[in-house]
């Protein structure tokens, strides 16, 4: 017997429901999509896209070649270095760190200056070291020290 025209109208929404449903969210997203693209153009005009391309077709030659290197002793040590520098920096306070950083590369740039003044002796550094600030940065530097032996 043959089937019911409504049937074949079903099967027919059926087959057609995932390239609509495919189209409806294109449509819905569409901004996303523009912006998706827009995001894989500048990629791909920078040339990151192609050093993607390369390191995934290379894949276990890259792999290999970023194990070896990550491994080497001095490598390990950077790593660790960089890492208890991040801990360093996390637990500083921004404000503080910054005006010691900016008041340094102050101090950096000075330096020539400094050379051309006379040498320090014991009572102008005693005189010195009665500024609040010299005090402070000699105490910083000093419990410093001490923490160089704690563990």
Do not use: C
């Amino acid at each position: 017997m043959s089937k019911l025209i409504e049937e074949y109208r079903e099967n027919e929404e059926e087959n057609a429901d995932p390239m609509a449903e495919i189209l409806n969210s294109v449509a819905r997203n569409a901004e996303a999509l523009n912006q998706i693209m827009q995001l894989l153009e500048a990629v791909s005009k920078s040339g990151l896209l192609d050093l993607i391309r390369a390191l995934l077709e290379r894949y276990n030659e890259a792999l290999g070649i970023i194990t070896e290197e990550a491994s080497k002793e001095r490598n390990v040590r950077a790593i660790r270095n960089l890492l208890s520098l991040y801990t360093f920096v996390s637990r500083a306070n921004p404000e503080a760190l910054t005006s010691f950083m900016a008041n340094l590369a102050d101090q950096i740039n000075r330096a020539d200056s400094l050379k051309k003044e006379r040498p320090l002796g014991l009572f102008s550094l005693s005189g010195e070291l009665k500024d609040p600030d010299v005090s402070a940065g000699i105490r910083i530097l000093l419990n410093a020290a001490k923490g160089f032996t704690k563990k």
